[in-house]
């Protein structure tokens, strides 16, 4: 997982994701137990979301791929994923 992934993530159930548009762009990452399924943009990157090794009946989602959503205005302190400390490695 990238270190500087720097993503706001959220937890919804599986049938709680839609992709809108840009559906086609996505490209699929997967590492380590190939169980989580990762998703980015294939044209500029970004992490989109991922179906969770710890849950895979949840997605998690990067808050900041919601239109309307500028996870700069939440109020914080705002946990981000590093990249690197997966909760459930502890």
């Known amino acids: 997982m990238c270190r500087r992934r720097g993503a706001i993530v959220a937890s919804v159930p599986l049938a709680g994701l839609r992709i809108v548009s ?8 997967q590492f380590n137990t190939m169980t989580a399924r990762h ?11 991922h179906q969770r090794r710890s849950n895979p009946d949840q997605y998690g989602y ?16 705002i946990p981000v994923g590093d990249g690197v400390n997966h909760p459930a490695d502890r």
Not at 23 to 28: F, P
């Open 62 to 77: 990067n808050i900041a791929c919601l239109e309307g959503v500028d996870p700069f205005d939440l109020p914080g302190p």
């Open 39 to 49: 998703y980015f943009c294939g044209n500029c990157g970004i992490y989109t979301h």
């Open 22 to 29: 840009g559906g086609e762009t996505l490209r699929r990452y």
